[in-house]
């Protein structure tokens, strides 16, 4: 039984658009979220991270919404860039254990 | 450069062969981890050790063993080797466990590729 869903295996888009990557839970007393990074062959890399006492959290192009009324996390990377083509987990707290999601893979297009 | 450096990089097992996975970290954390990731899985905990002389078992620690040899490193035992063990194992390291944590993530090693034949 998945606690974390991101139900799109792969996204593609435009150079200089937004993308969106989003990520559903089931499990209401996650405290913490958290977006990863991964290129082939290499480990993950922490993105940003938001905790639940808030509902957005920015750094530079990622912005992460959190919306809790409906186990919603998303991610908007703006402008997307092409070094943004990568696997893209989201991850929750559970009792200082991270529950990952199965991955996106995003492809920025030129 | 600074960071968590696993070994080997990739290695293939028969089944019931033994090995152990190494670990180093060069940042000063207390905290380390093994996970493993399978196709179209995310990843998944199989031990951690909040510091230096404990460990505590993941979501899926059957078939594995550890030792926190000191503060730097962490390693991973199979003892007796199964196709199922089949996976990409990652070593990853904290400031500490909890909040900390999860304000600055972890960093994590390259990986191990594993194949049990």
């Known amino acids: 039984d998945q606690q974390v869903k991101q139900n799109s295996p792969s996204l593609s888009v435009q150079e200089g658009r937004i993308s969106i990557l989003n990520c559903d839970y089931t499990?209401?007393?996650?405290?913490?979220f958290l977006w990863y990074k991964k290129y082939p062959a290499e480990g993950p890399t922490f993105l940003i991270s938001?905790?639940?006492i808030k509902d957005k959290n920015e750094d530079g192009r990622f912005t992460v919404f959190l919306n809790k009324s409906a186990k919603h996390l998303s991610l908007h990377i703006v402008p997307s860039q092409p070094g943004d083509s990568a696997v893209y987990f989201c991850?929750?707290?559970?009792?200082?254990?991270?529950?990952w999601g199965a991955g996106t893979k995003l492809i920025i297009k030129p | 450069n600074a960071g968590v450096t696993q070994t080997p990089k990739f290695q293939v097992l028969k089944t019931g062969q033994s090995m152990t996975l190494q670990c180093a970290q060069d940042?000063?954390?207390?905290?380390m981890y093994w996970y493993r990731q399978d196709p179209g899985m995310g990843l998944r905990l199989i031990y951690y050790?909040?510091?230096?002389?404990?460990?505590d078992k993941g979501e899926v620690p059957n078939g594995y063993n550890v030792s926190r040899l000191n503060k730097r490193e962490f390693s991973l035992r199979l003892e007796s080797a199964a196709p199922s063990q089949t996976s990409v194992y990652f070593c990853?390291?904290?400031?500490?466990?909890?909040?900390?944590?999860?304000?600055?993530?972890?960093?994590f090693g390259s990986g191990t590729r594993l194949t049990v034949v």
């Open positions: 990853a390291s904290s400031e500490g466990i909890g909040q900390g944590a999860l304000n600055y993530g972890y960093t």
């Open positions: 499990n209401s007393m996650f405290d913490y």
């Open positions: 938001i905790s639940s």
């Open positions: 940042m000063n954390h207390n905290s």
């Open positions: 991850c929750m707290d559970s009792n200082y254990q991270l529950i």
């Open positions: 050790s909040a510091s230096e002389g404990t460990t």
